[in-house]
């Protein structure tokens, strides 16, 4: 039978018929994602690792430093062993199988048509391996200069585990419950990363700062950032990179890809301008390290929606952003009194909560015109353009991805507290983590 | 013999090492030092958190004279210090017993 209608038909058509049965690598679609891999990469280093670096006390430098650095080693192994296949394998709503791609098995050079039909599954693969690796490595502002080293590892290993294979898995992967394109329950909006790498970061960040303690000598004694140069140089790089982040996540080297660019550029540019603006009426003078600060808030706060939204929606998203992270750093966490030290949770915490809202309220099916028909219930497409609908879907992942990220961080801060220690001895966090847990000393002369 | 100790602003301290040149000063030893004064400090902002730094960059300049030489190098260092804003500095004099230059192990003001 087969070879007879083989038989039947044109070349053309058996053409046709092959290509629509196997999906076809693009060089140009290929080309991005690589190139936004790598960028995405230069995040954690030198991007975050700069500009934590430079926040910090010269005694622990190398130390926060290497929190960056050191992931982009265990990270990788880990997502190539067993990571990949939890976040991105078939199984329930919550978490993938891990026996489906373990060891990368079956993740080679044909595209997989669920996730992105046009690259090689290896790209898709190694793209979402380099936001596993940032996202961990933001946390470790909120406990730097006081953790100890081996408790750190075993904290990420678990983290990552846990908490961030499983929320990439539902947000991102076939059948996870807020993927709103391949078949979730909850259709949460979240085009790079605003629950799975800012918020759930944020939120462990905040929890960290309050079970592992202040720094000692917090907040009486002055611990003014050791070099602003450094996190300045960092800032930039975190830019580019975000790039790749936001535009690559369109999977594609398309139009969507270039108004996520756009959105991404335009969130930071704003928010650059308002965090300054904010501290110039407030405080008297415009800082540089405020304007920096603001740069990483517009980028974090426009991450969920950057695929979403037009170019003035971006611009508003960054101009709030500016300021309501400037409050979130400077009001909340006085208020409160945690020790927050490099401010992961006002401003990726704060910041992305209120970018996945505003989403939820300018979401434009002229820009992404999947949101207007992919999502069904009971067969009927439903759009997921801005509203309260959707804002009250977007609430919906936000406040699980908090729920998550608080008590799964708690949990396991406390295992990790039990079997090795969080905190470095009195004696060591004096003399700096750089000399005592690395044997080390960022500057000999 | 004196020891003549002069904390000065550090920006002025190429002119100072002149103008003790020039009335015969033949060495001195400085030193980058921090404190304050009248003047007191400034504030610094970072992310919303204010500092007090209160000690202030100086640099400290040692010379130790035969008493004839000690007058006109203090006024040396006055003159070419000053410049009539707070946080200028300060001069202290006082006695020293013995000076031994240890390449000679010659003693008192020959060591000088």
């Known amino acids: 039978m087969i070879y007879s209608e083989a038989a039947d038909a044109t070349i053309e058509e058996r053409v046709a018929k092959l290509e629509a049965a196997k999906p076809v690598v693009n060089s140009g679609d290929n080309a991005w994602l690589l190139t936004s891999s790598a960028l995405v990469l230069m995040m954690p280093a030198p991007g975050l690792a700069l500009f934590y670096g430079g926040l910090v006390r010269r005694k622990n430098v190398l130390a926060t430093m290497m929190h960056s650095m050191v992931l982009m080693g265990l990270i990788s192994v880990v997502w190539m062993v067993y990571g990949y296949s939890i976040a991105f394998g078939e199984g329930n709503a919550f978490f993938g199988s891990p026996t489906q791609y373990f060891l990368l098995k079956g993740v080679g050079g044909a595209p997989n048509s669920d996730y992105a039909a046009t690259i090689p599954h290896q790209t898709f693969m190694l793209f979402q391996l380099m936001f596993a690796i940032i996202t961990p490595a933001l946390i470790s502002g909120a406990f730097a200069e006081r953790m100890k080293f081996s408790g750190f590892v075993l904290f990420m290993l678990l983290w990552v585990t846990v908490i961030y294979f499983p929320l990439a898995h539902m947000v991102w992967s076939k059948g996870g419950l807020f993927n709103w394109a391949l078949g979730g329950k909850i259709p949460v909006l979240d085009f790079a990363g605003g629950t799975v790498v800012h918020i759930s970061s944020g939120i462990s960040a905040l929890v960290c700062a309050f079970v592992l303690g202040r720094r000692i000598g917090f907040p009486s004694e002055p611990m003014p950032p050791h070099n602003v140069v450094l996190s300045l140089i960092g800032t930039g790089l975190l830019w580019v990179g975000w790039f790749g982040f936001n535009a690559g996540s369109a999977v594609g080297a398309g139009e969507l890809a270039t108004s996520a660019f756009a959105a991404t550029h335009f969130s930071a540019a704003s928010a650059t301008l308002s965090w300054g603006a904010a501290e110039w009426f407030l405080k008297g003078k415009p800082s540089v390290l405020g304007v920096a600060s603001g740069m990483v808030a517009g980028l974090a706060t426009i991450t969920p929606a950057s695929g979403f939204v037009t170019a003035p929606s971006a611009v508003l998203i960054g101009l709030i952003s500016g300021v309501v992270c400037y409050f979130a750093v400077t009001k909340l966490k006085a208020a409160f009194g945690y020790d927050d030290s490099l401010d992961v949770f006002g401003v990726h915490g704060v910041g992305s909560t209120l970018g996945m809202l505003m989403c939820g309220l300018l979401a434009s099916a002229e820009v992404n015109p999947l949101i207007g028909s992919t999502f069904q219930t009971d067969g009927k497409p439903i759009s997921l353009a801005g509203g309260m609908g959707q804002f009250l879907n977007q609430l919906k992942g936000v406040l699980f991805t908090v729920a998550l990220g608080a008590i799964g961080t708690f949990i396991i801060l406390k295992i990790v507290g039990a079997l090795v220690g969080l905190r470095v001895s009195e004696d060591s966090e004096d003399q700096g983590l750089d000399l005592t847990q690395h044997g080390e000393k960022a500057y000999n002369d | ?112």
């Open chain 2, 1 to 112: 013999m004196k020891k003549i100790e002069a904390v000065i602003k550090p920006f002025k301290l190429n002119e100072v090492k002149d103008a003790l040149n020039e009335v015969g000063v033949q060495g001195m030893t400085a030193s980058e030092v921090k404190g304050f004064g009248r003047q007191k400090g400034h504030t610094e902002i970072y992310r919303g958190s204010e500092y007090i730094v209160d000690f202030l960059p100086k640099v400290k300049i040692e010379i130790v004279l035969p008493d004839s030489q000690v007058s006109s190098a203090v006024d040396a260092i006055i003159k070419s210090a000053r410049t009539g804003k707070i946080g200028d500095g300060k001069v202290f004099v006082s006695t020293v017993e013995e000076a031994v230059r240890i390449r000679t192990d010659e003693r008192g003001e020959k060591a000088v």
